[in-house]
């Protein structure tokens, strides 16, 4: 079965520092991978996805995540981080299209200070 | 274009009390899922459906039913709340050709 596993429930930055997230997973076949991100009292909004094309993903809001398949990681990356990057960032994997088992990593909080 | 529609938005119930989360989405999508979001656990699978008329148990399925009454409705049922069920509630729909999930606003629930 896939799983995710997000190390650091809680990452603290200044404004204009390097934001890395980082997230592991397991899964017996290629996964499809997600960053989703989800600001106070919201629903959730896709960050960027990787579906087995370029290995380095571009997302929404200068985000990206590059898949490496030797280390199973998919960490998400900013180079300056804006204050309201402020909100809490859940990896996903599913491991076939049809997102049969879309399944979640418990969550990193990421705090941008001043 | 409404997307994902989930209701109620905000539930309070007695511990004992049943009662059915609602979702629908316009977009045609084959599969839907229910999770539940608690705090330092991110989100939970509970039940999912991959096509009209299929379900699966997800993560924590325990204390919970489900219904995908057509292509566009996926409804959860809490036959007998307990305060352990007290969490937010999210549906989402999976977009096959474009490989996303789109999740509706959440329904906060209460059981008291």
């Known amino acids: 079965a896939q799983s995710v596993t997000q190390l650091g429930s809680h990452v603290s930055v200044s404004e204009g520092a390097l934001v890395l997230l980082r997230c592991n997973y397991s899964s017996s076949v290629p996964p499809y991978l997600f960053w989703y991100v989800q600001y106070p009292n919201q629903g959730l909004q896709l960050l960027l996805k990787y579906t087995s094309a370029a290995t380095l993903v571009k997302g929404i809001n200068g985000f990206e995540a590059e898949f490496k398949k030797s280390e199973t990681s998919f960490h998400l990356t900013k180079p300056s981080a804006h204050m309201s990057d402020a909100a809490e960032y859940f990896c996903?994997?599913?491991?076939?299209?049809?997102?049969?088992?879309?399944?979640f990593g418990k969550g990193t909080t990421l705090s941008v200070s001043s | 274009n409404a997307g994902v529609t989930q209701t109620p938005k905000f539930q309070v119930l007695k511990t004992g009390q049943s009662m059915t989360l609602q979702c629908a989405q316009d977009m045609n999508h084959n599969s839907m899922y229910w999770y539940r979001q608690d705090p330092g656990m991110g989100l939970r699978l509970i039940y999912y459906s991959a096509s009209e008329g299929t379900t699966d148990k997800g993560e924590v399925p325990n204390g919970y039913n489900v219904s995908r009454l057509n292509k566009r409705e996926f409804s959860l049922r809490l036959e007998s709340a307990a305060p352990s069920q007290t969490s937010v509630y999210f549906c989402a729909s999976f977009d096959i050709p474009n490989t996303e999930a789109f999740f509706g606003q959440g329904t906060r629930l209460t059981v008291v």
């Open positions: 996903a994997v599913t491991f076939n299209q049809a997102g049969t088992a879309l399944i």
